[in-house]
């Protein structure tokens, strides 16, 4: 599979197989020794990774694919692999030693040998977003790891990669909703830093390569053109790897992310790039590049043109350009240097290309009179160099003795003429030995060769020390040595013209001779948190960075406090320079501590009022940046009449942008927070991928389409890929016909397009549900083809706009409807995609009904079977609902007269195909909009509004009577809301049942904004609604405000009258204002609703018509809205609750207890005392009330599964064709028969068994165990797996061994004791008196009748020895294994059981297999 170079250790080498058998050496080859492994190594990442100072300590990723999909995981060794390897851990996506360069040091040695840091799936999800970075000490064993704080005071989850580069170890990280990346770095595994690029550049994943880097600093080239003419900017860091800064644009690089960038080889401070010369024109229009070459002598500092001997610029082929294996110019020979090139203004085709040598670090070239390229290699250190030309057929080999002044040539062998494919010697150049691979194309079947060049003849002697030259790396124009990195840099060589060779045996690398230079200002860099100024003579702290301040410092202080602080300089660690006299650039500073600290915060809410043009706000949008992303803006986008204006600072201030453009909509991309399209009514479209800045201008292939009578999405979006988009526009408008809907595809965001399918309904990418393992994919794959490009699209059976008789059909492809699409159904509805299933509603007109069928994974689909007697006329209407908890809701209309609207929701299996009914007259709207939601971020809980009087005689003209009820297992059961214990006065509200006295709440089909929820993913527990307590739901004016803390089982009363809400800072803010009222004034809290404190943000009252946030509900802004009645007079009033609190809470994740300012909450079911929800007892941070400080960064809410519960009826529903009574119980419906659950083994082939029907299912997320296991009866065995369900029901033959010899043992000493103490009453009769020895007293009668039923015992003895026999064949293989049931069964038995009495049959029962 591989061969691996010891990268420590020259002497060793690995062949990695595909199988378990692997190969070392220790002897450079000379001898291989087998060693093994449990499990494969693994095809996703390298295998082995070594430890930089330990050459017996090496992990080796492996995998397990004794399944369809291949798992990760890690072992190790400690000798070599002298010993097979040891397991590590599973689960696992990449480990490192922590000392994997010779360079990295822990600051311990213990951790140095041992620590090791591992990639692994989250805590609680399997899924890439939640894969978390380990350490451990102790190789993982008994869970003793930990997780780092990558950010302060917080982990990080969503680690991608992690390298180590010198002394720098490297983790990349990303989040869903951007592909932007985050790299932290740390020199020590503990103390960790966010790398900080410029403001204007970014990380974006598969768009940035680390290069190889120095001793003091990490290199990155980061993409920033569009991935088909890739080009990037070269960024170095500072010395502890927190702050990059660009030394050099528009590098080259190639899609497979290689970077035209190499450092001269053991020289400081020198690099070779090339960069592109038209760059605009490559941006703009896609023009060929046009790259040239640029070489610093400074570390990117600055950079000039490479000059050949007659001054011109040379260009020369570099990395993306590979045509040899190694290193592309350099090698340990001091200073030598060769490339392919050529002069002039560009670099042209290789096959143009000439062979050109420096002999001083790339200062100056001289071309060879090798014309061609040609492949090259350095050997003994410099004194040879070989090349051999690289076009054609070549029957020669070229070599010089005098760094490429005078070149010789041999004839290749037997008159052989090849092509080469490859020239290489040892790593290190000191060989006198080289190999050449080549191939003899000429030949119909092309013969490959090894051919071997040695030159160790042609020198007998070894160079001494007066073939040898002091060659200086840097000189100044008098030819001395000048100063890099505080000292000067000096190797020595052989002279070119010696007629001698090195013959360096054990290779070292060459010994730097060097002087120490007085220190100058490019000895220091900026100290950490400093950056360089615009004119680059200052390192000042950015806006916002604190500066650190020494322990004991700023405690208590003034407006005129200081303290010694940084400079903001400090001197380059492994700078050798030379201190001068007098003060030096990294001297501490006197610095103010107001300025380091900040000032105390204010304990106010800032007030920012904004007016905007026109009459309503038309459209919203925020831009929310994730967890990983740069800056610190919150933007946001709106839309009025009076145009487009954007917000950076979430409301303070607003601008206008795209002025002189016809925006009709604001489309935020789904998947991908920082991009946002504006569509006109035109082919043009504008686009920013940077939150609203830097917008570009496109043109779609047809305008958009518009017709409000067949709405249509206008773009679909790629869950993956943010270039891939589907646009339907409007074609032949002006055809007899009119316009039709045509669906087209780009990938290269809008730059070429492909036209998918002409008069469409909905295109859609279809979402891949994420893999939680590898697959390795066929060799036979087709690469035009893919499951990414999957594409559901709804086409009418005829090319017309015609409705009658041309029903839709849906179709796919996996190609771009390359070749003819799939066709999976006729007279199509339409179809829904949610979170984990595919829905498809068509019609069937022969029964005028609707029929649904469910898809799990996009491809294959299943028939829905709804329950008995539920038929839907394809007339009504049918709200998918959520999917979210492994089962589908969807509620399908009942009634759809015109305010009297209602449905019923039914809830499909774990695949989507079987439904129940979940809960019956709902309430909705003519809209499809349904009085249901689920409460996010706890599992199985939701709310929805019935109608109650839906049986009513008079349900005309009474109107919907609603009543508000809560589910706490997803569904199996509802309840009644309970009412809070007072009301604003402390008093009770009402008693009796909660059929008469409940909380009912006002739901979704009442919302003027759908954003709008009742609770939010971040603020756990947490819910509000607008309400009143009674038998029914009351006009919504007549409402007051409810809160809950404890997900939905208790309520309490916050404000009177009717408010909208919104949750800040993870909800530990949440603040109310007055729903279309007019007012000055909101309430918030900080204690979850325990208190409301009311805060005026304006002195006349204005009618607020929403109040929002970012969606993630993480901010400590919010914006109102403010509008007149009759429209105009447009506000925003941003509200800054940030000067509440300066102190960031804290968490630690690796306590089991409360964590700082944090405790532990546990969801429940309000009918079980156990806080078990779902099966399991979860346990979630939140932030302690009563604690002054903010949660900032998000918090991991769940801490842990606690443990699993045993089952409860809670944690069952009804099975399909089965009731829910009022009692709580499941019934058959009448006349219907159970399902078929043998279905289940067709499903699942590796399934054993399964359970004849009881009338319950397990709820799909339910993870009980044991208990009251409502779903299990009677097991029968699934077809052709009788044995394994023998094996698994039947007794074993030591069970029944242990059976029968306990009670005779048991039962002998019992007998042995009667016998002892009551043998002299044994056969006396005694006559007119009261016998002494009772025979029916307890302790005489029981002794007597297991000592009579030893006789019984012992003739069954036999038959025992006979079980255990056939058990024991059984369980060697051996033997005949039958299930024998009932009477009639042992009849048919062979013999193998002894015979039993007719009369004894009663002990074996009555029915024989017929009757069963």
């Given at each position: ?39 494969l ?16 300590r ?9 399944g ?35 360079l ?10 041992d ?7 989250g ?37 991608v ?18 592909d ?69 644009e ?33 941006e ?6 046009k ?51 050529n ?160 013959k ?5 690398d ?12 490019l ?40 303290f ?13 320079c ?48 994730t ?62 991928t ?33 270039d ?24 290269d ?112 689909f ?18 998918v609902?959520d ?113 008469k ?20 993913t ?31 089982i ?119 005392t ?21 949660n ?6 769940l ?47 590796s ?7 009881t ?14 296991e ?70 005489i ?30 369980l ?5 294994s ?35």
């Amino acid at each position: 599979m591989e061969l691996t170079m010891h990268p420590y250790d020259k002497n060793r080498a690995y062949i990695i197989t595909n199988t378990k058998t692997h190969y070392k050496t220790d002897d450079r080859g000379k001898t291989w020794e087998e060693f093994s492994a449990d499990n494969l190594a693994t095809v996703f990442r390298e295998p082995l990774t070594f430890h930089g100072r330990d050459p017996d300590r090496i992990i080796f990723n492996a995998m397990d694919c004794s399944g369809i999909f291949c798992e990760e995981l890690t072992m190790y060794t400690t000798d070599g692999f002298s010993k097979k390897a040891k397991p590590l851990r599973l689960d696992t996506s990449g480990c490192h030693w922590a000392v994997s360069t010779e360079l990295f040091d822990t600051g311990s040695p213990d951790f140095n040998a041992d620590r090791i840091l591992c990639v692994v799936k989250g805590r609680f999800s399997p899924w890439r977003k939640d894969y978390r970075l380990l350490i451990s000490d102790e190789f993982f064993q008994n869970k003793k790891e930990f997780e780092p704080d990558l950010e302060p005071g917080r982990t990080v989850k969503g680690i991608v990669n992690m390298a180590v580069v010198t002394k720098y170890l490297i983790v990349a990280t990303s989040a869903e909703g951007t592909d932007e990346m985050a790299l932290y770095v740390s020199d020590d595994t503990l103390k960790w830093h966010r790398a900080v690029f410029p403001h204007d550049h970014k990380l974006v994943e598969e768009a940035y390569t680390v290069l190889e880097g120095t001793n003091y600093s990490i290199q990155v080239d980061v993409m920033t053109s569009r991935p088909n003419q890739p080009m990037g900017v070269f960024f170095s860091s500072n010395s502890n790897g927190t702050y990059f800064t660009r030394k050099i644009e528009h590098m080259n690089r190639n899609t497979y992310g290689l970077v035209d960038f190499e450092k001269i080889y053991g020289i400081q401070g020198i690099v070779l790039v090339n960069i592109v010369d038209n760059w605009e024109e490559v941006e703009k229009s896609g023009a060929e590049k046009k790259v040239v070459s640029k070489i610093s002598f400074d570390d990117g500092r600055t950079f000039r043109s490479l000059k050949d001997d007659k001054d011109e610029d040379l260009h020369v082929h570099s990395v993306t350009d590979l045509s040899n294996s190694g290193r592309v110019f350099s090698s340990p020979a001091p200073g030598m240097v060769m490339a392919v090139g050529n002069t002039g203004k560009t670099l042209k085709g290789y096959e143009d290309g000439n062979l050109y040598v420096s002999e001083d670090a790339g200062m100056t070239w001289k071309e060879t009179k090798l014309k061609g390229p040609h492949k090259y290699e350095f050997g003994d250190q410099g004194s040879i160099l070989v090349a051999v030309k690289d076009a054609g057929l070549t029957d020669e080999i070229k070599y010089s003795l005098d760094h490429g002044n005078t070149w010789d040539d041999v004839d290749i062998p037997n008159g052989l003429k090849v092509r080469p494919v490859q020239l290489t010697t040892t790593l290190d150049s000191t060989s006198l030995k080289f190999l050449l691979e080549a191939v003899d194309d000429a030949k119909p079947n092309a013969n490959g060769y090894i051919i071997a060049i040695d030159f160790d003849d042609m020198h007998e002697r070894q160079c001494e020390d007066d073939d040898l030259v002091l060659w200086h790396a840097r000189v100044d124009k008098d030819n001395k040595p000048t100063c890099f990195m505080g000292h000067t840099q000096s190797y020595r060589r052989r002279k070119k013209d010696a007629d001698c060779f090195i013959k360096e045996k054990n290779f070292k690398d060459p010994q730097v001779v060097s002087e120490p230079c007085a220190c100058t200002t490019l000895d220091f860099e900026c100290d950490y948190n400093f950056v360089r100024s615009e004119d680059r003579e200052n390192c000042e702290l950015p806006v916002g960075v604190p500066m650190l301040v020494p322990d004991g410092a700023c405690k208590a202080f003034d407006k005129d406090t200081t303290f010694k602080g940084s400079s903001g300089w400090r001197k380059i660690p492994g700078n050798d320079c030379k201190p001068t006299s007098g003060p030096q650039k990294d001297d501490p500073v006197d610095r103010h501590c107001v300025d380091a600290v900040g000032q105390p915060s204010s304990g106010n809410i800032e007030v920012k009022i904004t007016p905007h043009k026109g009459q309503r706000f038309i459209s919203k949008a925020y831009l929310e940046r994730t967890e990983i992303s740069s800056g610190s803006d919150e933007t946001i986008l709106m839309r009025t009449e009076g145009g487009v204006f954007m917000s950076t600072d979430h409301g303070k201030s607003f601008d206008s942008i795209l002025e002189d453009a016809e925006i009709q909509e604001i489309l935020p991309h789904p998947y991908f927070n920082d991009m946002v399209f504006f569509l006109t009514s035109t082919r043009t479209v504008y686009y920013s991928t940077e939150r609203g800045k830097n917008i570009r201008k496109v043109k779609a292939p047809l305008p958009p389409w518009t017709d409000p009578h067949y709405p249509l999405p206008r773009m679909g979006f790629h869950p993956k890929n943010k270039d891939w988009i589907i646009w339907t526009g409007a074609a032949n408008c002006d055809a007899q016909g009119g316009c039709h809907a045509e669906a087209s595809v780009t990938t290269d965001r809008f730059d070429n397009w492909k036209t998918l399918q002409r008069f469409v309904g909905r295109c859609e990418f279809i979402k891949e549900s994420e893999s939680i393992f590898h697959q390795i994919p066929p060799e036979d794959q087709d690469p035009n083809k893919g499951r990414d490009k999957l594409i559901y699209c709804e086409v009418r059976e005829r090319e017309s706009n015609e409705r009658e008789n041309n029903p839709l059909k849906l179709v796919s492809s996996d190609d771009f409807f390359t070749e003819p699409p799939t066709e999976h159904f006729t007279n199509v509805v339409t179809f829904a995609t949610m979170s984990e299933f595919m829905i498809v509603a068509t019609k069937d007109d022969d029964h005028q009904t609707m029929n649904f069928s469910a898809s799990a994974d996009g491809i294959d689909f299943a028939y829905a079977k709804f329950p008995y007697g539920f038929v839907v006329p394809h007339q009504m209407g049918y709200t998918v609902l959520d999917s979210s908890t492994h089962s589908v809701f969807i509620l399908v209309l009942v009634n759809k007269e015109e305010n009297l609207e209602y449905g019923s929701i039914i809830k499909s299996n774990s695949n989507g195909t079987f439904y129940t009914m979940a809960l019956e007259n709902v309430d909705t709207d003519r809209v499809g909009y349904v009085d249901f939601e689920k409460m996010f971020g706890i599992e199985g809980v939701a709310m929805v509004n019935v109608v109650a009087n839906a049986w009513s005689k008079n349900f005309d003209n009474e109107g919907k009577m609603l009543k508000t009820m809560i589910t706490h297992n997803d569904g199996a059961e509802w309840d009644y809301l309970p009412p809070p214990k007072a009301n604003k006065d402390g008093k009770k509200y009402c008693s009796g049942s909660l059929d008469k006295c409940a909380l009912h709440i006002h739901g979704y089909t009442e919302r003027t904004d759908k954003s709008h929820t009742y609770s939010s993913t971040s603020a756990i527990g947490l819910m509000l609604g607008t309400g009143n307590v009674g038998e029914y739901l009351d006009r919504k004016k007549a409402g007051d405000t409810f809160m809950t803390a404890d997900g939905g089982i208790t309520w309490k009363f916050a404000k009177e009258g009717k408010y909208m809400w919104e949750f800040g800072d993870q909800g530990s803010i949440v603040v109310l204002v007055k729903d279309r009222s007019p007012t000055n004034e909101v309430f918030y809290t900080l204690d979850e609703g325990d208190t409301w404190i009311p805060h005026k943000f304006s002195e006349e009252e204005m009618r607020i018509i929403d109040i929002t946030t970012v969606p993630s509900d993480n901010s400590r802004n919010f914006l109102l809205w403010s509008s007149g009645l009759n429209g105009g007079d447009l506000k925003t009033i941003n509200l800054d609750f940030t000067g509440l609190a300066e102190v960031q809470c804290k968490l630690d994740q690796n306590k089991n207890g409360d964590a700082g300012d944090y405790d532990l909450w546990q969801p429940k079911h309000p009918k079980l005392t156990d806080d078990c929800l779902f099966g399991h007892v979860s346990q979630y941070y939140r932030k302690k009330t009563d604690r002054k400080c903010y949660n900032g960064r998000m918090i991991p809410h769940l801490h842990d599964i606690k443990r699993n519960c045993s089952c409860t009826r809670q944690d069952y529903e009804c099975d399909w064709n089965y009731e829910r009574q009022k009692d709580g119980t499941c019934k058959l419906v009448k006349d219907m028969p159970p399902p078929d659950h043998s279905l289940f083994c067709k499903e699942d082939t590796s399934r054993i068994e399964y359970y004849v029907p009881t009338g319950y299912r397990r709820i799909g997320g339910t993870t009980c165990q044991g208990g009251n296991e409502f779903d299990k009866s009677e097991a029968k065995p699934c077809p052709n797996h009788g044995d394994e369900f023998n094996k698994k029901h039947g007794p074993s033959g030591w069970g029944i061994f242990f059976a029968v010899t306990i009670p005779i043992i048991v039962a002998t000493c019992v007998g042995y004791w009667v016998w002892k103490n009551w043998a002299s009453k044994f056969g006396q009769i005694r006559l007119g008196e009261q016998s002494s020895f009772d025979g029916e007293a307890p302790y005489i009668k029981y002794p007597i009748l297991v000592v009579s039923g030893i006789v019984a015992v012992a003739q069954a003895f036999p038959l025992l020895l006979a079980s255990l026999w056939r058990s024991t064949m059984n369980l060697i293989g051996q033997g005949r294994s039958r299930r024998f049931t009932t009477r009639d069964s042992f009849a048919r038995g062979r013999g193998d059981y002894a015979i039993v009495d007719e009369d004894e049959g009663e002990l074996l029962g009555d029915e024989s297999d017929e009757e069963v």
